[in-house]
């Protein structure tokens, strides 16, 4: 009886070594996370002017946003991507 209790509380003292080695391992290596500046890409139906803008709250592809200041057309969001701003020390 007695043994039986010494060797479960060795096995979860062991137990406990090995998780608080997992976790010491993981702190090593820390997440990076990297800014990225979101863009909107506008471009008229009819002639085909681009606009690059910075991403608004609710922008979504194939959203109509207004008309064409060079023929009048419709302009709708055709692409939305991510740029990864470079750190001044590079």
Known sequence: ????????????????LLLLLLIKRESRY?????????????????CGLKVV????????VFKPCG???SCGGDRYIVAIYGQKIKSKSS
Do not use: G, H
């Open 30 to 46: 820390p997440i990076r996370l990297e800014k990225i500046l979101v863009k909107s890409v506008i471009q008229c139906m009819n």
């Open 67 to 69: 008309r064409c200041p």
């Open 1 to 16: 009886m007695i043994l039986s209790t010494w060797i479960i509380v060795a096995a979860l003292v062991l137990l406990l």
């Open 53 to 60: 803008r910075n991403f608004e709250n609710q922008d979504y």
